[in-house]
C-alpha cells in the first residue's frame, strides 16, 4: 500500500480563519479534485454555526454545496442535505444457479413503474414492507429514479479481506444485488417547502425539519427493499434482508452538534459499499473514520465531468452499443440514450483512486470488491416506446 497521505488542511481562500470552520481533504495531491468544490467547501465553511468541512476524495460540485462532503455545525442547514433525503445504497443476497447476462437483463422488471398499494396490492414486494408507509409516500414506490441512481446485480470478485467477508456470509464468486435510489421525491418536497420561505438558511424549528427528514430516510430504505424484492421475483429467486443498508443524504445530531453528509456515507465503524461505475468494480469496505473525517467515507467513485460535458464527449466518442456493453463484459439496461452518455464510466473518476485515498488517509479497510453482470437505470422499451414516454414526461 502507498504511503499514507497527510490530510489537505486548506485555509479559506478569502475569508479571515478565525470566522470560518476548518475544511480537510482526504485526497492525495495527485487525486482529480475540482477547484469549484474546494470553493465550495470554503462557502459552506464560512456559514454562521459552521464548525468543520470533511471532503472526501469524490468530491465534486454540487447545486449549492459540495457533493461528497460531512459538514459539521451547530446550525441544522437542511440545503445541505440536500433534496434527495434518504438517497443510500444497500447491498441483498442473491441466490441464483446460473447467472447469464444476457438472460437476465431481459427479465428486469419495469421499475419506473410505480407500485400502487390497491392497484398492485397482490404483487409479492410487498411482502418486505413492514408497518406503515413513511409520511404517508405512495408515489414512486418500488421505482429507481434517474441520476446516478441503479440498480446492479454483481458477482464477488476479489475478497481482500476473508475474515471480514465470512462474517457477512460473502465469498468470491457469491452474486448480490446493489440498489442505489432515495426518496423519489419526498426530499424535494421537504427541501422546497423549507426553501420556499428561508431560502438556503437554518431550519427555524430543527426538531420539525428532523421529524420529516426521518420520515424521508426510513422511505428511502423501505424502497431500496421494494426494489430488491421486484428484481428478486422477477429473476427467480427469494428476497432477503440486506447485507448493508447505508443513507448518504442525511444529517444526524452527533456530539451536540449536526453532521450533514451529502453524498458521505457514514464511516463509523460501518460497513459501506463504494459505488464504482457501471463498467468497474465497486468496493465493499470496512469504514472507521473519526470525527475529523466527519466519522464518513466515500460514497461512490464522484464526477469528474458535468452531465453536459459527458454528453458531448461521449457522443463523439462512443455509439449507443458501446455503452450498452461495458469493459468488464457486463450488459446495462437503458432504454434513456441521453442518460447513457451521462452515465458513461469515463464520466467519473477512479474507484481505485479513490478507494487508495481512504486507505491511505486511515479511513477504510475494503473488504471485497463487486463485479458488474447487469446494471439497470431505465428499461429499454424501444424506440417508440421511448418516444412516448419522453412526450409523457412533459404533460406530467
Known amino acids: 500500500m502507498s504511503q499514507r497521505h497527510s490530510p489537505q488542511e486548506l485555509p479559506p481562500p478569502s475569508t479571515p480563519a478565525e470566522k470560518a470552520a476548518t475544511v480537510t481533504v482526504f485526497a492525495s495531491p495527485t487525486s482529480w ?64 444457479k446460473r447467472a447469464v447476462p444476457e438472460k437476465l437483463a431481459a427479465r428486469f422488471p419495469d421499475l419506473d413503474r410505480a407500485l400502487d398499494p390497491e392497484r398492485d396490492a397482490d404483487d409479492p414486494a410487498w411482502t418486505v414492507m413492514k408497518g406503515d408507509i413513511p409520511a404517508g409516500h405512495v408515489e414512486g414506490l418500488g421505482t429507481v429514479g434517474r441520476g446516478n441512481h441503479f440498480v446492479e446485480l454483481a458477482r464477488i470478485g476479489t475478497v481482500l479481506d476473508p475474515d471480514h467477508a465470512a462474517r457477512l456470509g460473502l ?123 466527519g466519522h464518513s467515507v466515500a460514497h461512490g467513485a464522484g464526477r469528474k465531468m458535468s452531465r453536459a460535458d ?41 474507484i481505485e483512486q479513490v478507494i487508495a485515498d481512504l486507505v491511505d488517509h486511515g479511513l477504510a479497510t475494503p473488504v471485497a470488491t463487486t463485479i458488474p453482470l447487469v446494471t439497470y437505470k431505465t428499461p429499454d422499451l424501444g424506440p417508440a416506446s421511448e418516444r412516448n414516454r419522453r412526450r409523457g414526461r412533459g404533460r406530467s
Not at 474546494?38 to 454540487?62: E, F, I, N, R
Not at 440498489?179 to 420539525?208: F, K, M, N, Q, Y
Not at 424521508?216 to 428476497?239: D, K, Q, T, Y
Not at 449507443?320 to 473518476?349: H, M
Open 310 to 350: 459527458a454528453l458531448r464527449r461521449g457522443r463523439a466518442k462512443h455509439t449507443v452499443e458501446e455503452l450498452r456493453r461495458t469493459p468488464v463484459g457486463s450488459l446495462v439496461v437503458c432504454g434513456d440514450r441521453q442518460l447513457l452518455f451521462e452515465e458513461a464510466p469515463t464520466a467519473y473518476k477512479r
Open 171 to 293: 465469498d468470491a464468486g457469491d452474486l448480490v444485488l446493489i440498489v442505489h435510489s432515495g426518496s423519489r421525491g419526498l426530499g424535494e418536497r421537504i427541501l422546497r417547502e423549507h426553501t420556499a420561505v428561508h431560502g438556503a438558511g437554518p431550519a427555524p424549528d430543527p426538531g420539525a425539519y428532523l421529524a420529516m427528514h426521518d420520515e424521508a430516510v426510513r422511505w428511502g430504505s423501505l424502497n431500496r427493499r421494494l426494489l430488491a424484492a421486484r428484481v428478486a421475483h422477477a429473476l427467480g429467486f427469494e428476497p432477503a434482508e440486506p447485507i448493508l443498508d447505508q443513507c448518504h443524504n442525511l444529517v444526524e445530531r452527533r456530539d451536540g452538534v449536526y453532521l450533514h453528509r451529502k453524498g458521505a456515507a457514514p464511516g463509523d465503524g460501518r460497513d459501506v459499499l463504494i459505488a464504482g461505475t457501471r463498467g468497474t468494480p465497486s468496493y465493499l469496505v470496512a469504514a472507521h473514520a473519526g470525527p475529523d473525517a
Open 33 to 96: 479534485i475540482e477547484s469549484d468544490a474546494v470553493a465550495q467547501c470554503h462557502q459552506v465553511a464560512a456559514l454562521d454555526g459552521m464548525t468543520h468541512v470533511a471532503a472526501m476524495p469524490d468530491l465534486h460540485p454540487g447545486k449549492g454545496a459540495p457533493i461528497g462532503a460531512a459538514m459539521t455545525s451547530t446550525v441544522l442547514y437542511p440545503f445541505l442535505v440536500g433534496s434527495d433525503i434518504g438517497c443510500g445504497i444497500a447491498v441483498f443476497p442473491v441466490r441464483l
